[in-house]
């Protein structure tokens, strides 16, 4: 799996700023734990949500690589 870059972060937190009408800087200082602020909070919680459920729709649609299993976190059938 790729590691998230840092202009990925910048990416999000552009956006949830963009969203809440406040500096990236700021949310990335709520992200950090320097600042507390609910609203800026549930904004980053959402916006992972949103790009985890993204990120797994996709693993979901790809078929596995040539020798390469499927996890069983984005498998379609789970062992139970």
Known sequence: MQTVRKSDRHVTFAKVAAQ????PSY???????????????DALR??????????LEM???????DGERRSPLTSKHRED
């Open 27 to 41: 949310v990335q200082r709520v992200a950090a734990g320097e600042v507390e602020s609910r609203e800026v909070d």
């Open 46 to 55: 959402a916006e992972l949500d949103s790009l985890t459920h993204s990120y």
């Open 59 to 65: 693993r979901t649609r790809e078929a596995p690589r």
């Open 20 to 23: 809440l009408g406040v500096e």
